[in-house]
């Protein structure tokens, strides 16, 4: 039951709607750190020439926009996802590059064949993947010997700020948790571990300081359905977390770097 209820959460997410830009959204327009971190993920990549990649859970690909120039002759990108929405709207971004092909792929049963990949990405995606050992063994399945597989994914303290908010109404509400995650900073290396010989974890700091309450409500409201007969009481609480006009929330993310 608990997996046919995380497959509706990632339709209600990624399938039905685009919620990700949203939240994206935020994150671009508050976060402390300016280098951002798709460009930090990206610095992570170790491409060469002549390289396949495969991304899992590609999302709306902008992680991949404007960086024609690094990437190396030769080198070919599937970007797949769960979602047709999400690969419609990689698509869209991206059609004008051959070097990308894009593919619906849920990845508990990856369509292609032993070792065909360098590189096999799926960003923070992975907690939303019922049977991650049968994920997992998938991609180490199609990943070429001498390949890395890529991983990012939150801390269990990120976003404390607003989860303290949302504890005061867990008895009228089913938030959702970062600490609940199924696949975390703290959690993620044991499970790697069943799949990878050599597993290495990756900080990026920074943190968020919204200045907009109504930016931060449609943030929250992108994932977490808040009730009629509390949304004022909640809007009130986010609303007293604001300091000198400052909503200051922390921020922990990082990446997985793997090898068999």
């Not at 801390?155 to 509400?173: H, L, N, P, W």
């Amino acid at each position: 039951m608990q997996n046919m209820a995380n497959t509706e959460r990632v339709k209600d997410l990624y399938v039905k709607q685009d919620t990700l830009t949203t939240r994206m959204g935020l994150h671009h327009k508050y976060s402390v750190n300016q280098y951002g971190f798709g460009n930090w993920v990206f610095d992570q990549y170790s491409i060469a020439g002549n390289m396949k990649i495969l991304e899992l859970g590609c999302g709306t690909a902008v992680i991949w926009q404007n960086r024609d120039a690094r990437i190396p002759q030769g080198v070919q990108i599937t970007l797949s996802d769960f979602s047709p929405l999400m690969v419609e709207k990689a698509r869209n971004l991206l059609q004008h590059n051959p070097v990308f092909s894009f593919t619906q792929v849920n990845i508990e049963e990856i369509p292609y064949d032993n070792d065909s990949f360098d590189i096999v990405i799926a960003n923070h995606m992975l907690y939303h993947v019922p049977d991650k050992d049968k994920a997992l063994a998938e991609v180490r399945r199609v990943l070429k010997p001498g390949g890395y597989f890529y991983a990012t994914t939150a801390g269990e303290v990120s976003y404390q700020e607003i989860t303290d908010i949302k504890r005061r109404f867990d008895d009228k509400a089913n938030f959702s948790y970062p600490k609940n995650l199924s696949f975390t900073l703290e959690s993620g290396t044991a499970l790697l571990e069943k799949f990878f010989a050599n597993i290495e974890q990756r900080h990026y700091i920074d943190a968020l300081e919204v200045t907009d309450a109504g930016d931060l409500m449609e943030y929250i409201e992108s994932d977490n359905e808040i009730p009629a007969d509390i949304y004022d009481d909640f809007y009130r609480l986010i609303c007293e977390g604001f300091v000198d006009g400052v909503f200051k929330i922390r921020k922990e993310q990082g990446i997985f770097v793997c090898s068999k």
